[in-house]
């Protein structure tokens, strides 16, 4: 296994934890809940992106609108990039790669919402250049 191969493998683990909600929510036991991330499989996909796009060095929130199926609709982060395409690769491995619960108003019915969440690339070990 080569260095590179180890590096990425950090990497990969390291986005693992750093892909989580801005503020963790505890769900109401009865009545409006917000939205939830589920699961989020794009480790890899947007290590491997983040990196060839140079933004290793970043923390950014970023905020999806949900529909009532717990679709990601849109997506915004808080870091604004020279080039839209950097924020638009981001945007579409976060939001194809995350499965999220609705939010549910008051009589339990899902209904539209946002997640905020936090991407932390400082953790990351950078490869030699």
Not at 3 to 16: K, M, N, P
């Amino acid at each position: 296994m080569g260095r590179r191969s180890i590096i990425f493998g950090v990497l990969a683990a390291g986005l693992a934890a750093a892909v989580q909600p801005a503020q963790a929510q505890e769900p109401a036991a009865q009545g409006p809940r917000p939205v939830q991330l589920i699961a989020f499989d794009g480790v890899r996909e947007l290590a491997s992106t983040s990196s060839r796009l140079g933004v290793l060095s970043q923390k950014m929130d970023f905020t999806f609108e949900i529909d009532a199926a717990g679709t990601a609709t849109d997506c915004t982060l808080s870091r604004k990039f020279r080039s839209p395409s950097v924020t638009k690769q981001l945007c579409d491995i976060l939001m194809r790669r995350s499965r999220l619960s609705p939010a549910l108003d008051g009589q339990g019915r899902p209904t539209t919402g946002t997640y905020t969440g936090r991407i932390d690339f400082d953790m990351w070990i950078k490869p030699d250049r």
